[in-house]
């Protein structure tokens, strides 16, 4: 499988999530973004896949906020023998979304510990194709996030800067700034103002990342993956010192 064209849309994961990773959890930290306008087509096949890679544990989803396609997913899901239940708390993946600023192509892709993941699995390289072959350019992304999460909202305070896995540095979101950050593969300026952080300017190609809508509640990622980049939003009491 070519990782280029498996990952060629970069993604972000929603600014608004009310699903924190979960410290206690060992577990925690994978999940699904998938962008498409008719996600209910693709999502059960994929999680089929993911269950064969011992992913998924347990049978219970939540939608912890309103979801354009809902009821559509729902459907979908039921009829392959997942269970919807009301408490996030209480579910072993669940479904936000977000909108996109502009139209991009269709994809999905997986987040693990902050990272991009390459699943190689033949499936899901055939569900990619399908879905960027069928599917038109789409504002929607569905992001599926597994294991145990809080259904809360924390202000962030800083923002980690992770190239290539590492971090090199955490930016304040109390000071308002412009910082070009330079990677093996091109180049990123990072804004910051009034609490709130975004990419205004990227050498990738498709340009997702800065269609993003700005980050600013602990949790909130943007990431580019062409450059290897990582933008996440920590809240006050979980960071370290600077770096970098």
């Given at each position: 499988?070519?990782?280029?064209?498996?990952?060629?849309?970069?993604l972000?994961?929603?600014?608004?999530?009310p699903?924190?990773?979960?410290k206690?959890s060992?577990?925690?930290g994978f999940?699904?973004?998938?962008?498409?306008?008719?996600?209910?087509?693709?999502?059960?096949?994929i999680?089929?896949?993911?269950?064969?890679?011992?992913?998924?544990?347990?049978?219970?989803?939540?939608?912890?906020t309103s979801h354009?396609?809902?009821?559509?997913?729902?459907?979908?899901?039921?009829?392959?023998?997942?269970?919807?239940v009301?408490?996030?708390?209480?579910?072993?993946?669940?479904?936000?979304?977000?909108?996109?600023?502009?139209?991009?192509?269709?994809s999905?892709?997986?987040?693990?510990?902050?990272?991009?993941?390459?699943i190689?699995?033949?499936?899901?390289?055939?569900?990619?194709?399908?879905?960027?072959?069928?599917?038109?350019?789409?504002l929607f992304?569905?992001?599926?996030?597994?294991?145990?999460?809080?259904?809360?909202?924390?202000?962030?305070g800083?923002?980690?800067?992770?190239?290539?896995?590492?971090?090199?540095e955490?930016?304040?979101?109390?000071k308002?700034l412009?910082?070009?950050?330079?990677?093996?593969?091109?180049?990123?300026?990072?804004?910051?103002?009034?609490?709130?952080?975004?990419?205004?300017?990227?050498?990738?190609?498709?340009?997702?990342?800065?269609h993003?809508?700005?980050a600013?509640?602990?949790?909130?990622?943007?990431?580019?993956?062409p450059?290897?980049?990582?933008l996440?939003?920590?809240?006050?009491r979980?960071?370290?010192?600077?770096?970098?």
């Amino acid at each position: 499988m070519d990782r280029r064209n498996f990952f060629k849309t970069i993604l972000i994961v929603p600014s608004l999530t009310p699903l924190l990773l979960a410290k206690s959890s060992p577990k925690s930290g994978f999940e699904l973004c998938l962008i498409s306008d008719s996600p209910q087509f693709f999502i059960s096949n994929i999680l089929r896949e993911l269950q064969k890679f011992g992913l998924i544990q347990g049978h219970k989803y939540a939608f912890p906020t309103s979801h354009p396609y809902e009821e559509g997913l729902r459907k979908a899901l039921d009829q392959d023998g997942w269970r919807c239940v009301s408490l996030p708390s209480r579910a072993d993946f669940n479904l936000s979304f977000k909108s996109l600023k502009n139209k991009v192509l269709p994809s999905f892709t997986f987040i693990k510990n902050g990272r991009i993941w390459d699943i190689r699995s033949r499936e899901l390289l055939s569900i990619w194709r399908e879905l960027n072959k069928n599917d038109k350019p789409s504002l929607f992304l569905t992001t599926v996030s597994f294991n145990d999460r809080q259904a809360r909202f924390l202000p962030g305070g800083y923002a980690d800067i992770i190239i290539d896995g590492r971090r090199a540095e955490n930016i304040s979101l109390r000071k308002n700034l412009s910082k070009l950050f330079r990677t093996q593969n091109g180049n990123i300026t990072v804004n910051v103002k009034e609490g709130k952080a975004w990419i205004s300017d990227s050498t990738c190609h498709h340009k997702i990342c800065i269609h993003s809508s700005p980050a600013s509640f602990a949790g909130d990622r943007i990431i580019c993956a062409p450059n290897h980049f990582l933008l996440e939003i920590r809240g006050f009491r979980s960071i370290d010192t600077s770096i970098g």
